[in-house]
């Protein structure tokens, strides 16, 4: 009886530390596009005006400046693109912590299972 109710207590405290993780990581993310989106915003007007006066400043040009600035927006797509990629490919596995302490877990009873008590 009292290997079961360790059991249910250490289920009890791994399934609070993944909510906890879980949370962790929603707030997280949640707070990081937030600031994407609005850093995002800003700096496609940013570069709209930016166009708009090089544009304005070089009107005999306008052709060539205009598409000077479409290949440098596309390579700079391009370039974010592949390491945004790259970024994805090297992130930890969801629940890292998580699964860590369960195998701790696993390991411990395992050892306990091998040198308890013997039965009567």
């Known amino acids: ?10 289920g009890q405290t791994r399934l609070e530390l993944l909510g906890n993780e879980i949370e962790v990581g929603r707030v997280t993310a949640m707070r990081q596009l937030m600031l994407a989106l609005s850093m995002l915003f800003c700096v496609a007007l940013g570069v709209v005006l930016v166009v708009i006066a090089i544009t304005l400043l070089f009107w005999e040009q306008r052709l060539i400046v205009v598409a000077l600035a479409g290949g440098l927006f596309w390579a700079l797509a391009l370039y974010f693109y592949f390491t ?18 369960l195998q701790e877990d696993l390991r411990q009873l395992k050892a306990a299972s091998r040198h308890g008590p013997a039965p009567d």
């Open 84 to 101: 945004m990629r790259s970024t994805a490919s090297k992130t930890e596995p969801l629940f890292a912590t998580s699964l860590a302490e």
């Open 1 to 10: 009886m009292a290997k079961a109710a360790s059991l249910l207590a250490i």
